[in-house]
């Protein structure tokens, strides 16, 4: 297995800004934030390792290219060797700027991606480029099909499949021909090697081809979209706009018939997989050893997993591992074949909480970890040494550590040494790895260290920062519990840095809530850790809590909201309020609440179904009925509306707003592909249907993030505004 390196040294020149120190404390402002980025913490990224383990390469941004450098762990900080110089990077007098790169096997050509474009979250296009590292020469993949994604070596080198306008082709490197695997490939009709838009966002996957380890094969998904409705935006740029239209199936709605396929380039033929009933394939993986496939299916439901088992010689699959769960089966990363040839590792809720297990090919399960606290991620295996490396909440949902353990005896030992939030990336042989270090309070240190745990040097600890950071008057992100509806809940508190527990103060709520993903974690928060000390700064107590639903604190708590995605939710916020209003220090008619996505459908629902405990609340990019929702995402949680229509109906903000009584703001980008705003215009309409006051702003073209230009210092200046107006 090679681990790839992700890391990079400074994002934007942002970084190099230099703060002269001040004589006293200044104040925080907006622009300071997120204009000026002054509160960028560095972290060390861009790294990829290469096959000895003991050296890497990284991309370095230059005026005049971009360089490839080479450096060894052993010898970080000594002048790294220029790889490939800018200079070489020429084709037809045209400079090339490098934005991604991969090696072949045996580390003797690279492959080059350029013009790289966004398309959606994690799809692109570029246009890439093979640089032969003993010849210097430079050529393109393929003139013919200029414009390219998932570009990938075959595992002897010899080869490259690349993706063009939803086919797969292949091109060979001795005498250039390029073969097409597949020839139907079409817009908004048939993907080949590639996933449709609802893949991409909730399995987190875009490529969707597989090379065979001895590179005569590739398995890939077919998606058939003709189905599947579509929908449009609208952009403004020109005279006249623009129409964008693309395949989205909303909960309910028809999906695009997805079919696993295996192209024999030695026969050139294509010959489908036939793997029963499903819905899914939101995985596929070759074996490194032999000639043998696994395959993922998920039903509709999401509750019941299967995997498949291809033997390539026949192209027949069989069932050798199945998980069922009342609520939904989650789908990880961790598809990873054990040198063994006949087993794999996986991590599964089976047991109620997040473990890793090693499945063998004959339907054995063994548990590697256990104890009633969850795995985090799986960061990989030592072969030679039997060791298992991953991060955990063994000590608690807002922690997160590194761990290592043994396979054969199960004994395992903690690497990392501080409280607050560890993550690490390995060298390939699992030699080294790369360490980001942070709490809600201190920016990142990234530190080289030995598999061992043992530290070489720190990289990158952010000093300049820090000391910048004792010039505003910053207070502590303090964590506690409180008592939700149910159970107590985590939760953290900035106060005002003149604190006074003899005044009455303001609170601010700063919510997420959904499946996936919490707020109350001992990490640092980067400029929305800055954005709420400045709320701070302004006189308000800044709150978060992590209500039911939420991670890291076992399966029976993350899907209790099973059905009903809200109603948990909303009672835990409600009964955070309740709590807040008995403290001494808290004015109990000035509690407001804010979010972003799900965090603004949390906050839709708190001003119309949870009022009158809020005072002001502001919903950004929100999601105000779940029927306009992806499918996948949807009903994992909620099932169809056919078959939960309560579910639906009984939490969606747009049903409840006769009941709004504080200030509502209402933001949203035009361009969200994500949390279409259809969701704001609903939202706008049931508001009007009931009289209500609101306030409105939509960011044109802006995708869910609203980001660009000038667009997050506008979008948080109003944001503050409305905040000190109104609550």
């Not at 402002?29 to 861009?46: H, P």
């Not at 989650?330 to 087993?343: A, Q, R, T, V, Y």
């Not at 063998?360 to 548990?367: A, L, T, V």
Request: proline share 3%; aromatic share 14%.
């Amino acid at each position: 297995m090679k681990l790839v390196f992700a890391f990079m040294i400074c994002v934007s020149a942002v970084c190099s800004f230099n703060y002269a120190p001040a004589q006293k404390q200044q104040e925080l402002t907006n622009e300071l934030i997120w204009r000026d980025y002054a509160f960028y913490a560095r972290r060390v990224q861009g790294f990829r390792s290469m096959n000895d383990g003991t050296h890497f390469t990284r991309l370095q941004q230059g005026r005049s290219g971009n360089a490839i450098l080479k450096s060894s762990f052993l010898s970080f900080t000594a002048e790294p060797e220029v790889f490939v110089h800018p200079d070489e990077l020429v084709y037809n007098e045209k400079k090339l700027t490098v934005d991604d790169y991969q090696f072949n096997a045996d580390e003797t050509k690279l492959l080059i991606a350029t013009d790289y474009e966004n398309v959606y979250r994690r799809s692109y296009t570029a246009t890439f480029y093979i640089f032969d590292l003993e010849t210097r020469n430079i050529s393109p993949l393929s003139e013919q099909y200029p414009v390219q994604t998932l570009a990938e070596f075959s595992p002897d080198g010899k080869k490259i499949a690349f993706i063009h306008e939803n086919n797969i082709y292949i091109r060979n490197l001795a005498d250039g021909t390029i073969t097409a695997v597949t020839t139907d490939g079409s817009i908004n009709h048939i993907i080949n090697g590639t996933t449709d838009w609802v893949y991409e966002e909730e399995f987190a996957i875009t490529m969707a081809y597989n090379w065979s380890p001895d590179s005569k094969k590739i398995a890939y998904l077919r998606f058939d979209e003709s189905n599947v409705k579509e929908f449009t935006m609208t952009y403004y740029f020109e005279l006249y706009p623009d129409q964008y239209t693309f395949k989205y199936p909303k909960a309910g709605e028809d999906n695009s018939k997805v079919s696993l396929h295996i192209y024999d380039s030695e026969k050139n033929t294509s010959t489908p997989v036939q793997l029963g009933e499903y819905e899914y394939i939101p995985r596929i993986s070759y074996s490194p050893l032999d000639d043998k496939l696994i395959a993922l299916t998920l039903n509709r439901h999401q509750n019941h997993l299967q995997y498949h088992l291809i033997d390539g010689s026949t192209n027949e699959a069989k069932v050798i591992y199945e998980e069922k769960d009342r609520a939904y089966v989650e789908i990880d990363d961790n598809l990873l074949f054990m040198e063994d040839g006949k087993s794999f590792i996986r991590t599964s809720e089976m047991d109620g909480y997040n473990h890793i297990y090693r499945i063998y090919f004959d339907g054995k399960i063994e548990q590697i970890t256990s104890g009633n606290w969850d795995v985090i991620e799986f960061k990989g295996i030592n072969n030679d040494k039997g060791i298992i490396y991953y991060t955990s909440a063994e000590n608690g949902a807002t922690q997160q550590d590194l761990y290592q353990i043994s396979i054969k005896n199960k004994k395992r030992k903690q690497l990392s040494s501080q409280r607050g939030h560890t993550d690490a990336e390995f060298s390939t042989g699992m030699k080294y790895y790369v360490q980001t270090w942070s709490d809600a309070n201190t920016p990142y240190v990234v530190s080289l260290h030995e598999a061992s745990g043992k530290q070489i040097t720190v990289l990158e600890d952010n000093s300049a920062l820090v000391e910048r950071m004792k010039n505003f008057p910053l207070s502590k992100k303090e964590f506690f519990t409180l008592k939700g509806h149910e159970t107590d809940l985590n939760a953290w508190m900035i106060k005002p840095a003149d604190f006074d527990p003899t005044k009455k103060y303001p609170v601010f709520v700063h919510v997420y809530g959904g499946p996936g993903s919490n707020t109350v974690e001992d990490t640092w928060g980067s400029m929305e850790y800055m954005y709420h000390q400045l709320l701070a700064q302004k006189g308000y107590i800044v709150v978060s809590v992590d209500p039911r639903g939420t991670m890291y604190r076992g399966a029976d708590f993350k899907k209790s909201t099973y059905l009903q995605l809200g109603k948990l939710e909303l009672e835990d916020f409600i009964a955070a309020a309740k709590v807040l209003k008995t403290y001494d220090y808290v004015d109990e008619n000035r509690i407001g609440i804010q979010g972003w996505s799900y965090g603004g459908y949390m906050s839709s629902l708190a001003m119309t179904k949870g009022a009158p405990h809020f005072k002001m609340g502001i919903a950004i990019a929100p999601v105000t009925n779940w029927r306009y929702y992806d499918n996948i995402y949807t009903e994992r949680f909620m099932r169809t509306p056919q078959e939960n229509a309560h579910g639906y109906d009984d939490n969606s903000p747009i049903n409840f707003t006769e009941k709004l009584e504080g200030k509502y703001f209402l933001i949203h980008g035009s361009g969200d592909d994500n949390v279409h705003l259809q969701n704001a215009m609903e939202m706008v309409n049931s508001l009007v249907d009931s009289n209500k006051d609101f306030d409105l702003f939509i960011y044109p073209n802006r995708n869910h993030g609203i980001y660009g230009g000038n667009t997050r210092l506008h979008l948080f200046t109003m944001l503050l505004e409305y905040t000190l107006e109104n609550l």
